[in-house]
């Protein structure tokens, strides 16, 4: 069935997005050469949407998206935690799923209705994306940045409060509920970080 | 105002630092640790070290570059995008509940339907059964339908959805093609399966995997009932099904499918046309079937 080609298709994409895009959370948590790493980081960052994202786009586009979601999903979560993670290097923001979304549209057939990522996806991705966050403010600490680190577990603790509510509703509420659990783990490993520094 | 004099210091310091100046109308979120607490608790050893004195009104220039750089999350972005997931994700649990609801119905009605075919294992007249099982059809026709209305609000999701009545979706096709068969002998197809359920491809239709994981749990059904109408006295049955079995198991080979859950039952389906193979090597060898060979010479040695 030539439907199952083009799933087989999608998976690739989807595989190759992860495969390629794990060094940028390497160089956001990089110390050394602060500036440098981040920059390469960002190019990186675009090098994965333009060449494997792109990829991925065009063989859902005209698809149904819905139907192949299974085989697209990690790699998008993927894409979401290492993006929104990068923009937290780069300004101690949060890549809103509006943001995300809007890098997406140049990378678009015109003519088609532009493809993106939507709200479940970007959930499961900013979820693992706290437990990076986790470790971040982890080596903070122990670097004496203990101000930094303070922001990052203001920061995750909201998320994590904020998700809370959205959880039973979401359609992997099962996957979900798990990545709370960690978040919450996470939370709590930053504040006992906390109270290794006194 | 111990914390204006920070503030100060912290802005020119940060812009010295950071190539990348965030704007100053960020750092006024700064949650400083300072406002709240009397002394930073937790400060780590490392930065006693540059602070004057204990109290933040001290000159302080982050040695370390980093710390204090960032500016906090912008808090009212964050809640404002959680905000309208919460209204999108209640929207779409709403329409959830509803399509649960009519699942439901599907189900019970599948449930009364399979109760009465069920009784063709018994020898039980088989248009009476048929008549009765008909009548539950229209109300899985209306079912459908109001699943096809739910669906119609939101448009293109059909596929997010569609797990919530797959596999009864699945259980329904199962009967109506038994039925089928019972009547006809013949196999029911994706079209005529569809039209008795009032589905259309164009809006809401009966998805193929759906349809073909339906007829493999039909053959699934089909050894045991070829086994009870033999102890019935039905000596021809095996011989149908099994010819009936053989076409569709040769048909499905066609089929190039991929490793899923419809490839396992397709997979299963070789062992119900085994059985019913055994069913009728059974019966031919006993001379049951009319026109069949006569049962072979008794080669057992006579005891003496």
Known sequence: MYENEKRERVVKASRDITMNIKKVIFQVHSKDNKEEVLEKAGKDLEAVREQHFARLMKELQGTDFWKLRRAYSPGVQEYVEDATFYKFGMSGTLCTLDEINSTLLPLSDPSLEPLQINILDYILGLADMTRELMRMAIGRISDGEVKFAQRICQFVRQIHRELLLVVPQMDDSYDMKSKMEVMLQSVIKIENGFTQTN | ?304
């Not at chain 2, 197809?189 to 998805?207: D, M, T, Y």
């Open chain 2, 1 to 304: 105002m111990m914390n204006s004099a920070y503030r100060s210091v912290h802005l020119t310091a940060s812009r010295l630092i950071n190539p990348n100046p965030i704007s100053s109308s960020l750092l006024h979120l700064l949650p400083l640790y300072s406002s709240t607490h009397a002394a930073p608790p937790r400060s780590s050893p490392l930065r006693r070290r540059f602070l004057a004195t204990p109290s933040s009104s001290s000159f302080y220039i982050p040695m370390a570059a980093g710390d204090d750089q960032v500016p906090p999350p912008e808090s009212h972005l964050l809640e404002k995008q959680f905000e309208s997931f919460r209204v999108q994700l209640e929207e779409s649990a709403a329409l959830r509940e509803q399509i649960r609801a009519v699942v439901m119905e599907i189900e019970s009605a599948t449930r009364l339907i399979q109760a009465n075919l069920l009784l063709v294992h018994q020898s039980r007249p088989i248009p009476e059964i048929i008549e009765k099982a008909k009548e539950k059809i229209d109300d899985l026709k209306k079912f459908y339908g109001r699943l096809a209305e739910i669906l119609q609000k939101c448009p293109g999701q059909y596929y997010r959805y569609h797990g919530d009545w797959r596999s009864e979706t699945q259980a329904v096709v199962s009967q109506l093609a038994f039925m089928h068969w019972l009547e006809t002998g013949t196999l029911l197809v994706h079209a005529e399966a569809e039209a008795k359920l009032g589905l259309n491809s164009l809006e809401f239709g009966l998805e193929t995997e759906d349809y073909l994981t339906g007829i493999c749990f039909m053959s699934n059904d089909l050894p045991r009932y070829v086994v009870n109408r033999v102890t019935a006295g039905d000596y021809d049955c095996p011989r149908k099904v099994m010819n009936f079995l053989t076409d569709l198991h040769a048909a499905f080979r066609m089929l190039n499918l991929r490793n899923d859950f419809l490839r396992k039952k397709f997979d299963s389906m070789k062992y119900d046309l085994r059985r019913v193979e055994e069913v009728y090597y059974d019966v031919k060898i006993r001379g049951l079937i009319s026109g069949g060979d006569p049962p072979p010479p008794n080669v057992q040695a006579q005891s003496s």
